[in-house]
């Protein structure tokens, strides 16, 4: 493969740089956790248009990853970097000054398109930048870790933001970040493109068309339940889907190369990704829940609270590189995973009042993350030739936006389930009240002035029943992995040494057309 050559100080420093607008990202996902009381009572939306303030954004940037990857492969990818840094400062002081809710639903979908932009370019250029495996594997679980430090900094910054300013505030973060990057890339960041072909429009839309409807449907099944909307949207995306993947077959520049699935690695490694993500959406999603509702914590201190998970994170991120360096990725990811079904042990035996063996067993889980984050994007990145990488790199962020929505969906309704399930109204309560006792942890907490205190303690341990069979069945489905991710990659030599670590996809050059 020849990828011998080592990163000096420039490349290292860009990568320094790459990691603001990925921090920055990640800290876009979390933050309006704190700030949506402050800003609805300023704008005053309505429960849809919360709804929408909410989504916007992850809808728009999980539909143009792939999109916006092969894009930056044609036009370049640090030209494509900084049109998105430029884009996100400006939405982001859109979204600060927003008069109303609608104006903030259009500044958040842009926000998500300018987003889209982000993702793929910073990882597509540190494929570029670091040639050698080691070190290339190395700034991934870099990148890996900024985006999830960036997720657990989200609600604090954010409160800090409201409590010392107002809420939009919390947006302009992103505009000295956007400066910073705007001014460093032409010293730090030299410039990548491909020589492919101009790109296809119909493809675009049916990319679209195939996104969108299933990310509706997800979330739309976690908020309401699998009804005939959800089914609706399913079918509209899966047909999307279909056509999709025979335009792209037909295609001599498709807007994804589908030979990229050849690759038994590159394959591997996106299933894994994706489960392992579906376990640590879901549970994340649960855990900042059991926190603020069953301990009673504040939105920033379960913040805090999410400090040592964070800290593990950035262990497996930065660690795993290094162990596959002399054990091959597949046996260090599928060995992190076993590790990590103790987290999802204490998940599943936890109770009232264990927040500490919550947060440690969502460490174990979030170690798992860091590993398989950074070994498995390496991985993919690593197979596709270098004139994909951004594709490439925009498929795995894809598969991890689907894999985090659907945890949320599958891991919240089985813990709704269960919730309802295990849970009696007390008598004496309307029927109105009773049902919205029944409904959800959050619905009996609405009442707490009216419910004795048996009550909302039998509340409380409904939920955390549901938590604890919802940890159970992702510890199951994250063993499976496990055991696929030995069965399938631990082939791969380790990192560095003479044979190609992730059976590379034939490219017909190296493209490195620097600007």
């Known amino acids: 493969m020849g990828r011998s050559a080592r990163a000096g100080w420039r490349e290292w420093s860009g990568l320094a740089l790459l990691a603001l607008p990925t921090m920055l990202l990640g800290l876009d996902v979390t933050a309006l956790y704190l700030v949506v009381p402050s800003l609805s009572a300023d704008l005053r939306p309505t429960a849809t248009e919360t ?14 990853l792939i999109t916006m990857g092969t894009l930056g492969d044609r036009i370049g990818r640090r030209r494509m970097l900084m049109i998105g840094m430029a884009a996100f400062g400006a939405a982001s002081v859109f979204a600060a000054f927003a008069p109303d809710a609608l104006w903030l639903i259009v500044a958040r979908a ?36 900024m985006f999830a430090l960036g997720m657990a900094a989200g609600p604090v910054v954010g409160g800090a933001m409201v409590a010392a300013f107002w809420w939009g505030a919390a947006f302009l973060v992103a505009v000295p970040v956007a400066a910073l990057v705007l001014a460093g890339a032409p010293a730090l960041l030299p410039e990548y493109r491909s020589r492919a072909g101009r790109l296809d429009l119909p493809s675009v839309g049916l990319s679209l068309a195939a ?11 976690a908020a309401h339940g699998v009804d005939a909307q959800a089914w609706l949207a399913v079918v509209v995306g899966a047909g999307s889907a279909v056509a999709f993947v025979r335009r792209q077959l037909r295609l001599s520049e498709p807007l994804l190369d589908m030979k990229l699935f050849t690759s038994r690695a590159f394959s591997s490694a996106l299933g894994v990704l994706l489960v392992g993500l579906v376990g640590f959406g879901g549970v994340m999603f649960l855990v900042t829940q059991y926190l603020q509702l069953v301990e009673g914590l504040s939105p920033t201190a379960a913040g805090l609270w999410m400090g040592p998970p964070a800290l593990a994170m950035l262990v497996g991120a930065i660690g795993a590189p290094l162990v596959a360096g002399r054990v091959s990725p597949g046996v260090v990811m599928s060995g992190t995973l076993v590790l990590s079904l103790a987290g999802y042990a204490l998940l599943g035996l936890a109770g009232a009042g264990s927040t500490v063996s919550v947060v440690a067993g969502f460490a174990f889980v979030y170690l798992g993350l860091g590993v398989i984050a950074a070994l498995g994007t390496d991985i993919v990145v690593g197979a596709a030739p270098s004139e994909r990488s951004g594709s490439a790199a925009a498929l ?50 609405l009442l707490a002035d009216r419910l004795p205190v048996r009550a909302l303690d039998h509340a409380r341990t409904a939920f955390t029943s549901g938590l604890n069979t919802a940890a159970v069945v992702a510890g199951l489905a994250v063993a499976a992995a496990a055991l696929a991710c030995f069965t399938t990659l631990r082939h791969l030599r380790p990192l560095g040494h003479n044979v190609p670590e992730a059976e590379p996809i034939a490219s ?6 620097e600007e």
């Open 51 to 64: 709804l929408w303030i909410m989504d916007a954004y992850g809808f728009l940037i999980a539909g143009f």
């Open 110 to 145: 842009l926000l998500g398109v300018a987003g889209a932009t982000l993702m793929p370019s910073t990882l597509s250029l540190i494929s570029n930048m670091f040639t050698d495996v080691r070190q290339r594997a190395l700034a991934i679980g870099v990148w890996a870790t």
């Open 211 to 221: 996104m969108l409807p299933i990310i509706y449907a997800i979330k739309h099944a």
């Open 396 to 445: 795995s962020e894809t598969v991890q936006e689907l894999g985090i929505a659907a945890g949320v969906a599958l891991l919240g309704s089985l813990t709704t389930v269960i919730y309802r399930s295990g849970i009696e109204a007390p008598s004496g309560l309307s029927p109105a009240a009773a049902e919205t006792y029944g409904d959800s942890l959050s619905g009996a907490l």
């Open 508 to 513: 017909t050059r190296r493209s490195g057309d």
